[in-house]
Nanobody, 123 residues
Framework: VQLQASGGGLVQPGGSLRLSCVAS????????MSWYRQAPGKQREFIAAITSGGSTNYRGSLRGRFTISRDNAKNTVYLQMNSLKPEDTAVYYCNADDRGDHEWTRAPKYDYWGQGTLVTVSS
């Protein structure tokens, strides 16, 4: 499974950005796709996840500003980020695993990561 993330860049505070991540390869066992981020000097943190059936899970503090969506036909997951703040500056990573609807507490058996895309929020 290969995950290719794109859409990062420099944006001013208060601006918006949409990230995309395309999954390719042997993906028949993949269901949930997620976004994580890692700021400089900090641990990687979960942002949001979505299954092929549309079930979503969000980090509570980001719900409302960040929205995850998915196009199953294109094997692509998106992250719409609004009202961006300097503290949102981080490398954003795409993840794919085999969890299905309502299985967020289960440890995935298969787990894949993309290469990350840098988002910088600065004036």
């Amino acid at each position: 499974v290969q995950l290719q993330a794109s859409g990062g860049g420099l944006v001013q505070p208060g601006g918006s950005l949409r990230l995309s991540c395309v999954a390719s390869g042997s993906i028949s066992h993949i269901n949930a796709m997620s976004w994580y981020r890692q700021a400089p000097g900090k641990q990687r943190e979960f942002i949001a996840a979505i299954t092929s059936g549309g079930s979503t899970n969000y980090r509570g503090s980001l719900r409302g500003r960040f929205t995850i969506s998915r196009d199953n036909a294109k094997n692509t997951v998106y992250l719409q980020m609004n009202s961006l703040k300097p503290e949102d500056t981080a490398v954003y990573y795409c993840n794919a695993d085999d969890r299905g609807d309502h299985e967020w507490t289960r440890a995935p058996k298969y787990d894949y990561w993309g290469q990350g895309t840098l988002v910088t929020v600065s004036s």
